[in-house]
């Protein structure tokens, strides 16, 4: 079985802005998934959930309802719960430091200033998950220029929603992180890594 967390802030202000292209993703997946009827609110693990099956291999997909930088909350009572080992917790989220368009998929990395990702490492006491790290500096600057803009407000960046001519690299990234999920899921992340990274 797999935990598989995208992250994102809950509420409609927030709905496709740069932070949450994880929640974007896992929707794709649910739907690709086959996985049927609405996302489940539950208090109890501050989510909001959808189970299913891909191929031999339960899912659990879950977007945390509490804000990003609380994210680690949902993943702890969902692990506990479900007795999610870490290497079977993955989760999908933005990352400023690729460009809008590109995945890269990692495992037991530091959160190089991610707040969600801080927030698992912090509550969960381990990095020892998957990382499915959906690139958002836009396409077209170099990294050096998206770092000086993003220095002067970090959390500005992250919130700011897509623009229309990046439509088609958002739509190309998170179906290229359906098909590496997919593929982890049926041949192993070994060779998701290989052919995505």
Known sequence: MKLIVG????????????????????????????????WRPDDKFKTA??????GEEKII??????????????????????????????VIHDDM??????????????SAGHKGVHSIIDVLKTK?????????????QTFFTCLFKRL??????VLQKFSKQEETNVQEVIGKTRQAIQLALKEGLEKAKNQFN
């Open 152 to 157: 002067k407000s970090n959390e500005k960046f």
């Open 97 to 110: 430091d690729l460009p809008l368009g590109v995945l890269r998929i990692s495992q037991g990395s530091g």
């Open 128 to 140: 020892n998950f998957v990382r499915f790290r959906l690139g958002i500096h836009p396409v077209g």
């Open 7 to 38: 992250l994102g802030n809950p509420g409609l202000n927030y709905a496709k802005t740069r932070h949450n292209l994880g929640f974007l993703a896992v929707d794709y997946l649910k739907q690709e998934a086959g996985i049927l009827g609405d």
């Open 49 to 54: 959930l959808a189970e299913g099956q891909v």
């Open 61 to 90: 997909l879950a977007k945390p309802q509490t804000m990003m930088n609380l994210s680690g909350l949902a993943a702890k009572s969902l692990t506990d719960y479900y007795k999610i080992a870490p290497e079977d917790l993955w």
